[in-house]
């Protein structure tokens, strides 16, 4: 079983930057795309960024310039480098990997940005 692991959450100021990552274990086989995603309570949950296994990257409009999605595919890990955050950015983010047929997710690293 594949397990994915979160870490690098916290509290930062406006303007501030964070680097959030994502760990898989467990019995890997292929990782496919992977993507991050955040969560306001009470919100659906909306997609932020995606890489395909070549390195092809996607964000979304409201990161776009400000956040960059990376991946170690020899270490089956992935990191979002976030800059130059904004209250608006606060969230719970989760990663997701698609391993094989599966869709798997991390528990959620909360991410808080406030003075």
């Known amino acids: 079983q594949v397990q994915l692991v979160e870490s690098g959450g916290g509290l930062v100021q406006p303007g501030g930057s964070l680097r959030l990552t994502c760990a898989a274990s467990g019995t890997i086989f292929m990782i496919y795309a992977m993507a991050w995603y955040r969560q306001v309570p009470g919100t659906q949950r909306e997609w932020v960024a995606d890489i395909t296994s070549g390195g092809t990257t996607n964000y979304s409009d409201s990161v776009k310039g400000r956040f960059t999605i990376s991946r170690d595919n020899a270490k089956n890990t992935m990191a979002l480098q976030m800059t130059t955050l904004k209250p608006e950015d606060t969230a719970v983010y989760y990663c997701?990997?698609?391993?094989?047929?599966?869709?798997?997710w991390g528990q959620g690293t909360p991410v808080t940005v406030s003075s």
């Open positions: 997701y990997m698609r391993h094989g047929s599966s869709d798997l």
